[in-house]
């Protein structure tokens, strides 16, 4: 039961943080010299036009009484309405999270299920040619530009061999999966609709293995470097003693351990990436949090830049949980309190 | 291992069902365009930027219509119209067989509506229609304009986005007394040739054509505009023949482009001018002379050779090539840094002095161009500090006369030599508004405030004229260059005429595809 007293406690934390980070940016926005109603109105526009749109948008009242005014819609569940869209936050909000949530997903899970094998092999095969081989390959991932790199599997995949499809989440004629979650993949997977989903499928290849290189390579070397320390422990020696297997002593033993490190940086990245894949997303049209951002800070959107803070927030707060959590499990010496 | 091979060969079979991706653009009738961003709001009384009038310009119908790409106007709902000697009466005729895309007759009780809801929601597009006090209905199909005084451009306004006419029945859908702005803000209620099929936000907007339209049937039966943020990512598309025209390819890509052979790049003057704000309200910049010297220490050839890679043209004040009242023998400032230094010396300033110059991100070259104008006002002993801002910031602080110099760009609503001379130079206009140089000189105003009044064009002009010859002696801006509009665009597309005055505006309705 420890667990559950663990997991509401961590959620009640997170008051407390929403109300920090939340004070920051709207201070920080609104701080900004910059008049979003000039933006609404055009350049063109009189100084009573301006002023009757201020009022509408409630820009014209003191910094302090709009960020009440904010919390208490926040309160209520209300994050706004955005100034560029004229639609409420949340709905836009709606539309971009499971376009970054699925390919962040998609990226991280290849991450670990490239890193950890290429992490061990390193590991076990430590200073071969095989380790030097994979080192290289995790220093070129660490060292491109994203968007070059992004760029060259375009004209590798997309314009040259022809195999994957280029930037865009799906085929211009077919429709958009409609479903519960607004991720494609899954979408399409719930109403077995295969044509979609293949088109999904093959649009987020390049795109989420672009956005995974860079953590592979990160990844790769934790899990190398961990294992190493791991594998020169006394119970590793004592397993071997004992005549256990090769494969028992890496794997059961070595790996289990090695893992904890991995995992923090697995959960940092995920939220690193939901809200900051701003290259990939543009190289890939990919229309996800990162290009929201962006887009809302160059017309010093305030509703959608807070909409869009708070999210981050939550998912971080959310990450690091499920964090804690794969700690206990994975090391029963670590303890939820 | 096996069963993983075999998972893997499903999921390659899974991928070749869905292998259309590599969508054929090459649709007779679909035209595919490639655009950086989406667009926001659709209703033609809220919307103010350019990207997203080409959606409504198609989707609406107004009373008048520039003649391909000349600055002239002709009939498109008005079938002719009569204007009141004292210029301040329009009559309007209507041509009786236009209907909304629900069938509703256009007629001019629609023509007053459109007029009054923009007049009441009175946000960025009603600011052209200042002078207009009342819109009648005569009869089913005359309509009368009245105006509160004499104003010279009025007819090309009636040709801007904002003058869209909007089926009246969106008052079926108002809510809280918006009269239906939330409605329309993701759809259309128009006459025009195309209406919206299917909109998902950030990746593509479809148009698809309205067979009944009273201009004929348009041959491109559906218009797809697919949003792709990154320049190379389009430019590789095109290449593709993914995409028929892209829209955001930055001017380094151009001369590769122009070797496709299947791929053209459409080039034409525009009246996309660049300039440079002068704060003629702060030392030294308050000295006509010294505004002159930097005129003078510009390198305009430099900058449109080595940074627009020759895609632009210097301008000639602030009237661009192209507008009506165009002066070809007005002093146009030419690259003389020994002049220029005579005149700051002159001025009182022989060692120079240091100013801090604005720009953004928002213009690819602002920032090579920056770095031009540092390199040659260095040579007059003008020590240039860049200062890049964030577009909203640097807008606040041009209003807000925070500044030194700044870069700026402008292009017309109408076509109007009003658009140039009176917002950048009348006085009432200072700040953001337009006259972003804070210049202020009585007897120019003068001349501007009666040549707006005049009705007759040749008067306007010989007014405009004499204008521009007093403020070339006092440059209150630099005037740089008025850039080409350039469109990379497959061949297989005809029919495309650019308008001036209509960029990123597409003559849907004449154009085909092969």
């Given at each position: 039961m420890q667990i559950w007293g663990f997991i509401v406690r961590r959620i009640l934390y997170l008051i407390p943080v929403l109300i920090g980070v939340t004070l920051i940016t709207f201070a920080l926005s609104h701080l900004?010299?910059?008049?979003p109603a000039r933006l609404i109105v055009?350049?063109?526009?009189s100084e009573e036009t301006l002023e009757r749109v201020r009022e509408e948008l409630g820009l014209n009242k003191p910094v302090p009484v709009q960020y009440i005014s904010y919390m208490k819609d926040l309160a209520r569940g209300n994050l706004g309405t955005s100034?560029?869209?004229?639609?409420?936050v949340i709905q836009d909000l709606r539309e971009r999270f499971p376009a970054s949530f699925e390919l962040t997903s998609l990226a991280l899970l290849f991450c670990v299920i490239v890193a950890v094998p290429l992490g061990v092999v390193c590991a076990v095969k430590r200073n071969k040619l095989v380790d030097h081989l994979i080192r290289v390959f995790a220093l070129f991932g660490v060292s491109m530009p994203v968007f070059w790199w992004g760029l060259i599997l375009l004209l590798i995949f997309?314009?040259?061999?022809?195999w994957l499809p280029g930037p865009?989440?799906?085929?211009?004629?077919?429709?958009a999966p409609a479903g519960p979650t607004g991720m494609y993949l899954l979408d399409s997977l719930i109403a077995g609709d295969w044509q979609a989903f293949g088109s999904a499928l093959s649009h987020i290849i390049l795109p989420a293995f672009c956005l995974s290189y860079v953590y592979l390579a990160i990844m790769t070397r934790m899990v190398r470097s961990s294992m190493l320390e791991v594998l020169n422990q006394e119970y590793i020696r004592t397993a071997r003693a004992n005549g256990l297997s090769e494969w028992t002593i890496v794997v059961r033993h070595g790996l289990r351990n090695a893992l904890v490190p991995t995992v923090t940086i697995l959960g940092l990245s995920f939220g690193e990436l939901i809200g900051g894949a701003i290259l990939t997303e543009a190289i890939f049209a990919w229309p996800g949090l990162g290009s929201y951002l962006v887009e809302s800070i160059g017309f010093l959107d305030f509703p959608s830049i807070m909409g869009f803070t708070i999210l981050i927030c939550v998912i971080y707060v959310m990450v690091n949980l499920l964090v804690d959590i794969a700690y206990g499990l994975l090391d029963p010496q670590i303890r939820w309190n | 291992m096996k069963r993983v091979f075999w998972y893997f060969l499903a999921l390659l079979l899974v991928m070749g069902a869905g292998?259309?991706?590599?969508?054929?653009?090459?649709?007779?009738s679909t035209l595919v365009i490639a655009a950086p961003a989406d667009v926001r709001i659709l209703d033609p009384a809220v919307n103010f930027d350019n990207a997203s009038w080409r959606q409504t310009y198609v989707g609406y119908d107004r009373l008048v219509q520039y003649d391909g790409s000349s600055t002239r106007l002709k009939p498109m709902l008005a079938e002719s119209w009569e204007v009141s000697k004292d210029a301040k009466v329009y009559t309007f005729k209507l041509r009786k067989d236009a209907r909304f895309h629900d069938g509703t007759v256009v007629d001019a009780k629609a023509v007053k509506f459109s007029f009054d809801r923009l007049k009441k929601i009175g946000?960025?597009?009603?600011?052209?229609?200042?002078?207009?006090?009342e819109v009648q209905v005569v009869d089913q199909f005359t309509v009368r304009f009245i105006l509160d005084y004499p104003f010279g451009p009025f007819l090309s306004t009636l040709?801007?986005?904002?003058a869209s006419i909007v089926n009246p029945r969106v008052m079926e859908f108002?809510?809280?007394?918006?009269?239906g702005q939330a409605y329309l803000a993701d759809r259309m209620m128009g006459s025009g040739p195309y209406k919206i099929k299917e909109w998902v936000r950030d990746q593509r907007l479809v148009l698809e054509a309205n067979n009944d339209y009273w201009g004929g049937r348009?041959?491109?039966?559906q218009v797809i505009i697919r949003i792709v943020p990154e320049s190379s990512a389009q430019r590789m598309m095109l290449l593709k023949g993914e995409?028929?025209?892209?829209?955001?390819?930055?001017?380094?890509q151009y001369a590769k482009l122009r070797?496709?052979?299947?791929v053209t790049v459409f080039e034409a003057p525009s009246q996309l001018t660049n300039i440079v704000y002068m704060n003629n309200k702060r030392p030294p910049l308050n000295n006509p002379k010294v505004r002159q010297a930097l005129s003078y220490a510009v390198d305009y050839q430099g900058i449109i050779k080595h940074v627009l890679q020759g895609n632009a043209t210097q301008m000639r004040g602030p009237i661009p090539r192209g507008?009506?009242?165009?002066?070809?023998?007005l002093l146009q400032y030419k690259y003389d840094p020994a002049k220029a230094r005579r005149l700051l010396a002159e001025a009182g300033y022989p060692n120079g002095f240091k100013l801090k110059i604005m720009y953004a991100?928002?213009?690819?070259t602002w920032e090579q161009e920056v770095l031009a104008l540092q390199a040659s006002f260095a040579e007059i002993g003008v020590k240039l500090e860049p200062e890049l801002y964030a577009w909203p910031t640097l807008r606040e602080k041009v209003d807000r006369a925070d500044f030194d110099l700044s870069m700026g760009i402008w292009s017309p609503?109408?076509?109007?030599p009003y658009m140039f001379m009176h917002y950048w130079?009348?006085?009432?206009?200072?700040?953001?508004?337009?006259?972003r140089a804070f210049y202020k000189n009585e007897k120019v105003d003068a001349l501007l405030e009666q040549a707006a009044m005049s009705p007759s064009q040749q008067e306007r002009i010989r007014l405009y004229q004499q204008a521009q010859r007093m403020i070339i002696e006092e440059?209150?801006?630099?005037f740089l260059y008025q850039r080409n509009f350039l469109l990379p665009m497959s061949?297989?597309?005809?029919g495309f005429v650019f308008n001036p005055m209509l960029?990123?505006?597409?003559?849907l309705q004449n154009m085909s595809l092969e």
């Open positions: 900004v010299p910059g008049d055009g350049q063109r526009a100034i560029r869209s004229q639609r409420p997309y314009v040259i061999l022809g865009g989440r799906i085929a211009m004629d077919i429709a | 292998n259309q991706f590599v969508f054929a653009a090459n649709q007779p946000k960025g597009p009603s600011e052209a229609f200042a002078p207009l006090k040709a801007t986005n904002g108002e809510k809280d007394g918006d009269l348009p041959r491109i039966q995409v028929d025209i892209a829209e955001g390819i930055l001017i380094d070797n496709e052979p299947n507008m009506w009242g165009y002066d070809e023998n991100d928002r213009v690819p609503d109408y076509a109007d130079f009348h006085s009432s206009n200072q700040g953001l508004s337009g006259n440059p209150p801006y630099i061949k297989r597309v005809k960029e990123n505006i597409y003559n």
